[in-house]
């Protein structure tokens, strides 16, 4: 107890002082300013991106106030604050919450030299946003149940009556909606349509998120899910690789549930010029960053002439370039697809 | 006509014993006081009766009908027997009238309710609910409601204790009346001696769960089985003597006696002597003594005096006639005393 | 009635009513042509369809369990009866999240309507056994064996004797529970049943569209208000009976299934979820050093917050809980209803309202422990209406009369007399408050000041990430801190040996 209330004291003391130097601050000739802190929104989880942070400070002396939370409310609460947002940044899991922010004009616009290292297809398409990591849709399977031969090599044969209440989705779960998108983009409405209409009628597995499909696999609930590639390297990091009964298959090229999936950043309209979360932004997309989420959170990296993490398919391969992950207009035509044949 | 039988009722919470081998025979049409301390087990022999507990060997029979015996326990609901508990315990969501009507059958019920608030006096106040009632309209109604379906027993379970003096014994008097009228069988349940005495046709004296005495009010104050019915029962003057045959010697002289209960003491044998305060007199003959004390009761009083053997005596003496204290009087005994082992 | 009280209850009231003025100035912005083109949509009106059955069911078989527990417990001769009554308020320590979690290591495959009534149906009983049995205690039982005497079966005479005097505790349980069913999105995500905060969160989640989320909270309100509304109707007051307590029943035989019932709950809504957590932990290959630095910060956290909350919900609940408790008419239906509002909300609406609150009102404490703090009062109000309305009904208007006799005023006496009296009751308002405010989420991921974590908040961040071995601890911990004050509530303090 007592060394707690030291703790915090000291700590108390340090950020004084920290702010008290930087405040100082002139603006720069190019307009920013910085006073050596920022407030970070984080959608993904502090076990994965803290280090990095903490890497971030050790290297440039700037503080990080980093306010963790899912990636769905802190989308909602960044909408509700708007203006009056204390963030500056804003760390998403998903495209699609990037673009809502970037719809509702939050985000200011980020500078070339930013933009310009993630290639067409993983980023935004107005330079709003950046594109961090990437991660790759794949079908997990019941290895117990299934041989890895007998996993479909594309999304389509899910719409197969062969395939009635085997497979496990997350409808409501942006990275499934990304896909269906997708899938229309590649494959035109109509075929779109036919396919969750098929899939609909399969009687899937309706789940709230990747965690609990890969869960219900995992545990033998249901035989096929179709989810991000990571939360496998996550969950196998926790109990074993060679504990995991899930396994997972990658669908062949071209195929619309082979594609990629970004998390990504954005500076806050409010916090356009300040020099610190822009620094920060830029940090994301530095080599050191990318390697460190290739090494520990099992994601693909996105700039480009990074190598995928081992084990994985060549991003070449499943990457589709027309796709716009963070288009709201035609998020909405997805979800009144999947409304419409009752999958949310 | 017996009534009521009870044989060899015992019940048990494992090694703790609550009623021990209790016998009681019951008339038919009376009421009978059962008299005892609180903890005794007065209350738990009536939920017994009731079927509200149960026995843990022993029967009981009522007008012919076995509701507790070696393999059977016939269910509170099905003995038809009514209860008054202590506290009236009218359900408070209900009015007096649906109180009275809770134990009918639909057919006739009204007509029913109606009857027994008349006989309870409480036809004016069929629509209140029971916070808006006194005490000894409480009691009335739940002795109405106990009533209602004309059951083969009633228990009442210290009904008046709750009440303050003067309702409770005008409130005692009407219910013995209304219950001798209706011609019911009652068990009532009593730590109040005047209460039992005045009201039952007979009185089981209880204590540790045993019945020390049955009989009629008269027969357990006059001759209690033990010196401690006596002292339950009543007030007691107590002195040792020696035992001469149909007297004994003591510090009041030669007084007449007997024995209860077979106790027979060899001659010159010393002897517990047990009178009640009213059995002594004074007298021109009797024993000298001092008044030390005078409490007056409007009725009468009751004097202590001390012999000239040093024993102190109280005796109860009707007014207006009395001695002051520090007089000197001649005690005499005017009824026959009680003689027991010492 | 003093007028200022009136005035009080309305002002405490309109703080719960917050979230609603955000819900309809949201909701209004999509526009009437929206909003009945939402309302219409098959699948808007199959989820409300389940919510309404989901709560239903929940509220009826907590009731059943709960109230047959009660009885149990106070009424039947049982060993061990002082820790049975602390079992069964234990499930109260678990939130609900980690009781469906815990299910599903056991029973992965278990999903849908009856696993998440069942799981709900556990946690939530100790709402309807605790203040059941504290009524059994305090109920005459005379009546029932009066009702016996005239040709009632024991069942029957229970019904009709006993039950008149536990209802109100009962009902106002049951009226937690259904709230909470209604408004809780943990659970029946994790158990796959689809209900309105399903698509509620769905709303916020994908696309986004606050509008429509609004109009989805909209429709739980609406559902919230009928319950509360029929609440009003069918709780009764309690009634003052005197006499003596029903003497307890040797029931050597039917031991073992009485004491079945009473062990449903914490069973199935503490042991089987806490072994399944434990038994993760030894799964888990990558062990992780604990941070017991990170640990503590989030216990005292967690354990300041939770009082602080349990302070401001007791202190806004009772102006409220007076008058409703003292008075009759529509303005005390309004109010009350009102204040009941939060609870019937999911956390992440309020949340959001507050937000919207706090920037537009009181922009300098937004992400201050001030806001937090109000918003856990907004949310568990109800939880303390209720207990300190029965408290302060509970003493008997005669008390107040002799204390103006002997020269107090009308709020002099109303503190001094029945404020004290109604104490015990405040104070188990507090302790269910202190209780909620420990396992909340989503309000406090939107609402802390940046940086402060409480063991939910660690909980939540580990296991979004697979790392239960690292969030084993946190659980253990909220666990444990939050069954304090459940034991405090189980009453075991208050009951004699004797009595038990």
């Known amino acids: 107890m007592r060394s707690t209330l030291a703790f915090t004291a000291a700590a108390t003391a340090v950020l004084f002082t920290v702010t008290g130097c930087a405040t100082s601050a002139e603006p720069g000739p190019d307009g920013m300013t910085s006073d050596n802190s920022f407030t970070l929104y984080s959608g993904r989880a502090e076990s994965l991106v803290q280090p990095l942070i903490d890497l971030f400070e050790d290297e440039t002396g700037i503080t990080v106030d980093v306010r963790y939370g899912d990636t769905p409310e802190m989308g909602a609460l960044l909408l509700e604050e708007g203006d009056r947002t204390p963030a500056a940044v804003f760390l998403s899991q998903d495209g699609g919450a990037l673009g809502a922010l970037s719809a509702a004009g939050l985000f200011t616009t980020l500078p070339d030299d930013v933009t310009s290292v993630v290639a067409d297809g993983f980023t935004s398409t107005d330079d709003t946003w950046v594109g961090v990591t990437g991660r790759a849709r794949v079908i997990a399977y019941d290895s117990e149940k299934l041989s890895a031969d007998a996993v ?57 998120n990747n965690n609990a499909v890969l869960a219900a696999v995992n545990d033998g609930v249901v035989e096929t899910g179709l989810l991000n590639h990571y939360y496998w390297f996550r ?15 990658y669908p062949e090229v071209g195929d619309p549930g082979a594609i990629v999936n970004v998390s990504g950043a954005g500076i806050l309209a409010t916090a356009a010029t300040d020099a610190d979360a822009l620094e920060f932004v830029r940090f994301l997309v530095s080599t050191a960053a990318q390697e460190y989420f290739v090494a520990e959170t099992f994601e693909y990296p996105l700039t480009t002439g990074m190598a995928a993490p081992a084990g994985l398919p060549a991003i070449e391969s499943l990457v589709n370039p027309d796709l716009d992950l963070a288009d709201l207009e035609s998020l909405e035509i997805t979800q009144q697809l999947l409304s419409k044949h009752g999958l949310i | 006509m017996t009534w009521v039988q009870v044989d060899d009722l015992c019940v048990a919470y494992g090694e703790t014993t609550v009623l021990e081998g209790i016998d009681l025979t019951v008339p038919r049409g009376s009421l009978v006081a059962m008299l005892g301390p609180s903890g005794c087990g007065k209350t738990t022999f009536l939920r017994v009766l009731a079927g509200l507990h149960p026995a843990t060997r022993g029967s009981i029979t009522v007008g012919g009908r076995t509701l507790t015996g070696a393999t059977t326990h016939i269910p509170a609901e099905k003995r038809g027997i009514g209860w008054v508990p202590q506290h009236a315990a009218l359900f408070p969501h209900q009015t007096v009238a649906e109180n009275i009507g809770f134990g009918l059958p639909r057919e006739g019920r009204a007509d029913r309710i109606a009857e027994l608030a008349a006989l309870v006096g409480m036809t004016w106040h069929l629509a209140r609910s029971p916070a808006q009632l006194s005490g000894g309209q409480a009691q ?22 709750a009440l303050d003096p003067l309702l409770r014994s005008a409130l005692r008097v009407e219910v013995a009346e209304l219950l001798r009228r209706q011609n019911t069988t009652s068990v009532l349940v009593t730590h109040d001696q005047e209460e039992a005495l005045s009201l039952a046709d007979y009185v089981a004296v209880m204590n540790d769960g045993r019945i020390l005495q049955w009989g009629t009010p008269a027969e357990v104050y006059e001759h209690p089985a033990t010196p401690w019915v006596a002292r339950f029962v009543g007030d007691t003057v107590e002195l040792v003597g020696r035992w001469r045959g149909g007297r004994v010697e003591c510090a009041l002289g030669s007084v007449e006696a007997e024995t209860v209960g077979g106790f027979a003491p060899a001659a010159n044998a010393p002897v517990r002597v047990l009178l009640r305060p009213e059995w002594l007199e004074l007298s021109d003959t009797g024993a000298d003594a001092v008044v030390t004390s005078v409490a007056y009761a409007g009725h009468d009083a009751l004097v202590e005096m001390k012999l000239t053997a040093g024993e102190h005596v109280r005796a109860r003496l009707a007014a207006p006639i009395l001695p002051r204290r520090g007089d000197l009087v001649h005690v005499g005994v005017r009824y026959r005393a009680l003689a027991y082992a010492l | 009635m003093p007028r200022w009280l009136i005035v009080l209850a309305a002002v405490c009231a309109s703080a719960a009513a917050i979230p609603l003025i ?124 009066v009702a016996r005497t005239l040709g009632r079966g024991p069942v029957r005479a229970f019904w009709a004797a006993t039950w008149p005097q536990i209802r109100p505790a009962a009902i106002a349980g049951a009226l937690l529970v259904c709230l909470y069913s209604l408004s809780d999105f943990g659970l029946v995500s994790m158990l796959r049943f689809q209900t309105l905060t399903w698509g509620i969160n769905a709303a916020y989640g994908a696309s986004f569209d606050r509008n429509q989320a ?249 296991t979004a990430v697979f790392e239960f071995g690292a969030a084993a601890p946190f659980a253990a911990a909220l666990v444990l801190v939050a069954a304090v004050p459940a034991a405090f509530l189980s009453g075991i303090r208050g009951v004699a040996k004797e009595d038990l």
């Open chain 1, 152 to 208: 479909p090599t594309t999304v389509d044969a899910f719409a197969l009556p062969e395939w009635s209440g085997r497979l496990g989705i997350a409808p409501s779960n942006a990275s499934f909606q990304a896909f269906v998108t997708a899938y229309r983009v590649l494959k035109g409405e109509e075929a779109a349509d036919a396919w969750v209409a098929a899939v609909a009628a399969n009687k899937p597995q309706i789940f709230e």
């Open chain 2, 140 to 161: 009335r109604v739940a002795l109405a409601r106990a009533l209602a379906p004309r059951p083969d027993l009633i228990l009442l379970d210290e009904p008046f204790a």
């Open chain 1, 235 to 249: 969950q196998a990091a926790e109990t074993g690789a060679e504990n995991m009964r899930a396994q997972l298959s």
């Open chain 3, 22 to 145: 955000y819900l309809v100035a949201r909701a209004s912005e999509a526009g009437f042509a929206t909003f009945a083109e939402i309302l219409m949509r098959p699948r808007v009106l199959e989820l409300a369809v389940n919510s309404i059955g989901f709560a239903l069911a929940v509220t009826a078989s907590c009731l059943a369990l709960g109230t047959a527990s009660a009885w149990v417990l106070s009424r039947v001769k049982l060993p061990g009866a002082r820790i049975l009554l602390l079992a069964s308020a234990l499930p109260l320590a678990v939130p609900s999240y980690l009781a469906a979690y815990g299910w599903l290591v056991w029973f992965p495959g278990i999903n849908g309507f009856w696993a998440s009534w069942f799981v709900m149906t556990v946690v939530c009983t100790p709402y309807v056994t605790l203040p059941v049995a504290a009524a059994l205690r305090g109920a005459s039982g005379d009546l029932e064996s």
């Open chain 3, 214 to 462: 609004a109009l989805l909270a909209l429709v739980l309100v609406v559902l919230a208000l009928t319950v509360v509304t029929a609440e009003r109707r069918v709780r009764g007051r309690s009634l003052a009976t005197s006499g003596a307590r029903a003497p307890l029943l040797r029931l050597r035989a039917a031991r073992v299934p009485l004491v079945g019932i009473v062990l449903v709950a914490p069973v199935a809504g503490v042991l089987i979820p806490v072994f399944g957590l434990v038994a993760r932990l030894v799964d888990a290959a990558a062990v992780r050093v604990i941070d017991p630095q990170r640990l503590v910060e989030a216990l005292i956290a967690t354990i300041g917050l939770a009082a602080a909350g349990a302070i401001a919900a007791t202190l806004i609940a009772l102006p409220i809980a007076a008058f409703a408790a003292r008075a009759k008419g529509r303005l005390v239906s309004v109010i009350e209803s009102l204040g009941y509002l939060g609870h019937a909300l999911p956390g992440i609406v309020v949340g959001l309202s507050l937000v919207f609150f706090a920037l537009a009102v009181v922009p300098v404490l937004y992400q201050s422990v001030i806001v937090l703090v109000f918003a856990y009062a907004v949310l568990f109000m109800p939880k303390a209406i209720g207990t300190t309305r029965s408290g302060i009904e509970a003493v008997p208007d005669s008390l107040t009369d002799v204390a103006r006799t002997l020269g107090l005023s009308k709020t002099a006496s109303w503190w001094r007399v029945t404020a004290r009296l109604a104490l015990p009751g405040v104070g188990v308002s507090a302790l269910l408050v202190a209780i909620a405010v420990m396992k909340e989420l989503p309000a406090t991921l939107l609402l802390r000041p940046t940086g402060v974590s409480t063991l939910a908040t660690e909980l939540w961040g580990r």
